[in-house]
């Protein structure tokens, strides 16, 4: 039987109360939303405590970093001008989009088409002069092939297919590059609306995909190469149970699994890999399956944190946490587009201005210069904290480096981090320092036992990078 109605009167003017009450505090909050919520999150926070141990080497550093990504700013974006530069960030691999609408690709008509490569291998020699390799994004659709603009179906998947076997055949065939990544589509949740289902089916774009670059496999002239997708926009569950049952069951080739993620917590970057590996592991015949996050940054949009310190320790705190789940991830972009408004910084993603303006680096690339000091034998290392996220090495001089990173969009949260070395020989040291802004210091340490403590002052939003040097 129903419970009797209460008092409506009384609950009226509470609830008119609450509610007037809540309201003033929203009006109130929302302009101080993002200083409400750092609050809190400083409340609730773990300063940082590291130790390394200098004896355990946990295997080789996986410099998952060390790969670039470029957007669709411009039709002849080059980097000719940017090679010292770019060669000097070590990249590994630089990922490309809007190959098939800015390249000039696809030619003829539809069932009748013809391929010209030309403008297209002008940056694939770009890519080749800095030392990397091409990551090539499948998009967009083709304009002779497509039935509206660049994100809609084409008029025969056959035609996707063959466009697909032909650029195969080109860059791992015929330039003879080994190792290239193909990535069907970017962000295609966003350009294009595609689902996995119904008649714009991401899954079927991938099937013709796959058929098409396995066709080129079978080429005897096509070097090695990995086929995968589908970088959407964030990570989502259903696309990769998705994806992972469809080329199970159709015997497709699938080497990768990616996506795209922007945020300025890090935890989230966190509990992407975690799940993506979760979901994995319920798959043996995709045992190997790589996990590729091909954009990353704290913010999808033009913001502040590109140009600024906060970006660059955003961008060494978020290196180290993909570091430790993901196989490579892709620091978004290379360039800045060029700015309506005619300015030098515009919150644009590059870690470098426009041409226009000098192509001069901007914060995030010299913090990315500083996290590539570090050694090639990744040491254990525990007490990260909330904010405060490092990364320690063996180095090739048989010293302990590490990098440290206090990534705080506040730009409130001061700490003073305890360090301790254990398992090394007793004796004097020299700490040496290098701040992101250049700056340099060494600090005399004496340990009798086979540990050593110390401590590294980091202001909001500094990156250092540190040396321990037996005398």
Known sequence: MPKPYPNRKKETLIGSFLFIIFSIVIMVSVSRFDTIRDFFSQAMSNPANIVIDGQAVVGPLNRSWL????????????????????????????????????????????????????????????????GAKPYIALSYMPATISQGDIVDLPHHWTDWQITIQRTVEHISGTRGIEDVYYEVWNEPDLFGNWKTYGNKNYLTMYSYAALGAQAAQRQPHVKNFYLGGPGTTVLFKNWFHALARHAINNNLKLDFFSWHRYNHNLDIFENDLEQAKTWLARYPQLRGLKLHVTEWGPDSENHPAYDNTYGAAHAVAGAIVLNQLV??????????????????????????????????????YYALRLLNKIGDQKLYITGLGSWVKAIATRNDRDNIDFVMANADRSYHRYEVVPITFTNIPAGEYNLNLEYLDGKQESIPLTTNEPRLRTEVHMMPNTVVYGELVKK
């Open 327 to 364: 196989d490579r991830a892709f620091v978004f972009e290379i360039q800045d587009g060029k700015d309506p408004n005619n300015q030098s910084h515009w919150g644009r993603w590059g870690l470098l201005t426009h041409q226009d303006f000098g192509s001069q680096p901007k914060p995030r």
């Open 67 to 130: 790969n670039l990504a470029q957007g669709g700013e411009s039709h002849d974006w080059r980097m000719t001008d940017i090679n010292n530069k770019v060669s000097a960030l070590n990249p590994e691999y630089i990922r490309l989009d809007h190959i098939f609408s800015f390249y000039d690709i696809v030619q003829g008509s539809p069932q009748n088409l013809s391929f010209n490569f030309s403008k297209l291998d002008l940056i694939l020699n770009d890519i080749l002069a800095v």
